[in-house]
C-alpha cells in the first residue's frame, strides 16, 4: 500500500490536515526501515504495521497512536531507531514505541515466558492503555495470517492469543476484538470442531435469516406507532468460538441456541431503550429467565445492554439486544471509547482506563506482589491469573448496591476477602439474596450478598478449598502463617489439586469417583470439562490426611481403565 491509499483511510477517520502531514512523515520512516524486508507470506514487511495502523484508526484513536502501529517494529528492525524517532515525532510517539517494543522483549521460553509476556503487558495497561492497544492490533493482524507459519508456531501462538490475548480484549471491553482473535485461534486450537460447527452455522443462518427479515417489519411498525426512534436495526450473527461454547453448555443442543442471529436495536437514549423492550414485550411473549438489564446492571467489563428473548410468530425463538448509539460504540471498540488524557504534554502518564469498571488494573501490581511473596511458580501464577482476571466473570451486589466483580465460580467467603480481608477473616456466615447459605455456596450474576463476621472468628485450612481467588488463598495463608507448601504437611489435613490423564469413554469420571468413595476421601471439587480433548485433564481437588494417602489414591487411580497420568499438587 503506497502513502495515497494509506491516506484515505486517514481521511474516512477524520484526521486533520496537520495530522496526515505529521503520518506521512512516519509513514516514510516506517517504509524506509523495513525497505527490502519480506514477510513468510511473501509480502513487503511494511504491509503488516500498515495493517496494524489501520485497526488502529478504525477504533477512533488519536494520530500518536496510528504512529506508533507504523513504528511499533522499526527498533527491532534497527535498535538506533529509537533516538531517531523521538527527535523526528516527539516524546509522546517515542514513549508508545518503545514501550510496545519492552513488551515484545520476552527472553524466556515455555510458561516462564508466557508470565514474562504477562507482567509486561500489565505494566503497559497501567502506564498507558494506548500501548496494550496496539500490542492487540498487532496480534490481530498476526493472527490473519497465522497461515504462513510452521505448524508448531501456529498451535504455541494461537493457544497464547486464546488464553491471554482475546480474554485481556473482553476485560477491556473490546468485544469485536475479542471475538475476532477467538475465532481466529480456534481454527488452530480446536480445528475439528471449528470445521463442524462452521459448516452446520452456514445450513442454519439462510432459513434464520429468511425468518427476521420478515419479523423486523413488523416490529418497526410498532416502534413507529409507539413514537420510539430507531437509530438503527441489524442483526447481530454469533461467533463461532461462542456458539461452541454455548454448545458445550447444552449438551450439543442446537436447539437450545437462541441467539445465532440475535436482533440489535439502537436507539437515542436510555428512555427508548426500555420503551422499545416494553413495544417487544407486548408484541410477543418473553420468555421467563431469558431478560437481563445490562443497562441497569452492566457487565464487569462495562458493556451495557438490554436482553430479552421471545417467543415470536410460529413459535420461534428470538433474541433482541436494545442499547443506545453511545452503549454500541463502547461494546464495540470498549475501552478504545473511553479513555482520557491526564494532562497534556507528560506522555509517560498517558491515556488511563478511567471509571470503576477498570478499577481491576490498579489490582494488578497487588496481585503480583501478594504471588511472588507467596513464592508461587510461573504456571501457578498463570492460572491464579487466569482465574482472579480472566476467568468468565460474575457480578455481585453488596448490600448498599455496590457492584463487585469476582471470577465465576467464586464463593461469599472470595467476596468478603475482595472487600476487605479483615472481613474475610472474621467471616462466619453469609447471606445470598436474604436467605442464610453456606460460605463455600458458588455465586451467581446479581446476587446480594451479605457477610456476618465474629470477633473471634479465624480461618481454617478448609477455607483454602472453599475459596476461588489467589488473593483470598494468600488471606487465609497469611493468617494462618504458612509460607509454602511444605508447611502444610505439619497441619492435619491440607487441600490438593489432583490432575488426571486419559482417554474420553462412558463411566470414565463414575470409576474415578468410585476410587476415591473406596478410599473414604471426600472431593471438594470436580471439574470434567475436557471438550472431547484428551489431552485435557479431569481436575480434582480434595483434602488430603498426607503423603501416604496421596500415594496411594494416585497408585489405585493409575489402575483405572483408561488413565494415563495422575498428577498431584499441594495448594
Not at 514477510?39 to 503488516?48: E, K, N, Q
Not at 515525532?89 to 515466558?113: M, N, Y
Not at 458493556?303 to 430479552?308: A, D, E, I, P, V
Request: net charge positive.
Amino acid at each position: 500500500m503506497n502513502w495515497r491509499n494509506f491516506e484515505k483511510h486517514l481521511l474516512d477517520s477524520g484526521f486533520s490536515q496537520k495530522d496526515r502531514a505529521f503520518l506521512e512523515k512516519v509513514f516514510e520512516f516506517a517504509s524506509k526501515i523495513h525497505e527490502g524486508e519480506k514477510r513468510l507470506s511473501g509480502d513487503d514487511y511494511i504491509v503488516h504495521p500498515i495493517a496494524v495502523a489501520i485497526k488502529i484508526m478504525n477504533l477512533k484513536l488519536d494520530a500518536a497512536t496510528v504512529a506508533a502501529g507504523l513504528l511499533h517494529d522499526v527498533v527491532e528492525k534497527d535498535p538506533q531507531a529509537q533516538k531517531e524517532i523521538r527527535k523526528k515525532f516527539g516524546e509522546e510517539v517515542a514513549f508508545l514505541v518503545d514501550s510496545v517494543t519492552k513488551v515484545d522483549r520476552v527472553h524466556a521460553t515455555g510458561t516462564d515466558r508466557a508470565m514474562e509476556s504477562v507482567k509486561k503487558m500489565f505494566l503497559a495497561v497501567a502506564q498507558d492503555i494506548r500501548v496494550v492497544i496496539v500490542k492487540l492490533m498487532d496480534r490481530l493482524h498476526n493472527m490473519e495470517t497465522l497461515s504462513y507459519q510452521k505448524k508448531e508456531k501456529q498451535d504455541r501462538i494461537a493457544k497464547e492469543t486464546l488464553s491471554l490475548y482475546a480474554s485481556l480484549a473482553d476485560r477491556l471491553g473490546m468485544w469485536n476484538v475479542k471475538a475476532k482473535l477467538e475465532d481466529l485461534s480456534m481454527r488452530y486450537v480446536y480445528p475439528q470442531e471449528y470445521e463442524k460447527i462452521t459448516t452446520e452455522v452456514k445450513k442454519r443462518l439462510p432459513e434464520r435469516e429468511r425468518f427476521l427479515k420478515k419479523l423486523v417489519p413488523i416490529l418497526k411498525v410498532e416502534l413507529e406507532k409507539e413514537k420510539i426512534p430507531l437509530s438503527d436495526i441489524s442483526y447481530r450473527e454469533k461467533h463461532i468460538y461462542s456458539i461452541w461454547k454455548k454448545l458445550e453448555q447444552n449438551e450439543g443442543d442446537w436447539s437450545r441456541l437462541f441467539d445465532l442471529l440475535a436482533v440489535r436495536i439502537i436507539v437515542p437514549d436510555i428512555k427508548n431503550c426500555y420503551g422499545a423492550l416494553g413495544v417487544i414485550h407486548k408484541l410477543w411473549k418473553p420468555i421467563p429467565g431469558r431478560f437481563k438489564d445490562y443497562i441497569a446492571l452492566p457487565k464487569p467489563n462495562g458493556y451495557q445492554s438490554l436482553h430479552t428473548s421471545v417467543f415470536a410468530e410460529d413459535g420461534v425463538v428470538v433474541e433482541f439486544q436494545i442499547r443506545t448509539e453511545e452503549m454500541h460504540k463502547e461494546a464495540e471498540s470498549g475501552i478504545a471509547a473511553h479513555w482520557a488524557y491526564s494532562e497534556a504534554g507528560k506522555p509517560k502518564q498517558g491515556f488511563k482506563a478511567i471509571g470503576k469498571k477498570f478499577n481491576w488494573i490498579g489490582q494488578l501490581a497487588q496481585w503480583e506482589k501478594d504471588l511472588e511473596k507467596s513464592n508461587s511458580s510461573s504456571e501457578e501464577m498463570l492460572e491464579s491469573l487466569k482465574i482472579d482476571f480472566f476467568r468468565d466473570r460474575i457480578f455481585v451486589l453488596t448490600p448498599k448496591g455496590d457492584v463487585i466483580d469476582l471470577p465465576q465460580g467464586a464463593t461469599p467467603l472470595d467476596f468478603a476477602y475482595h472487600i476487605h480481608s479483615e472481613i474475610g477473616n472474621k467471616a462466619s456466615g453469609a447471606k445470598v439474596n436474604e436467605k442464610l447459605v453456606s460460605l463455600s455456596r458458588e455465586l451467581n450474576s446479581g446476587d446480594v450478598i451479605e457477610i456476618m463476621t465474629q470477633k473471634n472468628k479465624k480461618p481454617s485450612i478448609e477455607w483454602l478449598s472453599m475459596v476461588k481467588t489467589s488473593m483470598a488463598k494468600n488471606f487465609i495463608r497469611r493468617e494462618l502463617k504458612i509460607s509454602g507448601s511444605k508447611s502444610f504437611l505439619s497441619l492435619n489435613s491440607y487441600p490438593v489439586d489432583l490432575k488426571i490423564y486419559g482417554k474420553n469413554r462412558i463411566g470414565f469420571i463414575k470409576d474415578i469417583t468410585a476410587v476415591f468413595s473406596r478410599l473414604r476421601i471426600n472431593i471438594q471439587s470436580l471439574n470434567a470439562d475436557r471438550s472431547g480433548n484428551e489431552a485435557a485433564p479431569i481436575k480434582i481437588n480434595f483434602l488430603s490426611k498426607g503423603e501416604e494417602q496421596i500415594k496411594k489414591l494416585t497408585e489405585v487411580l493409575k489402575k483405572v481403565e483408561g488413565v494415563t497420568r495422575v498428577e498431584s499438587k499441594v495448594k
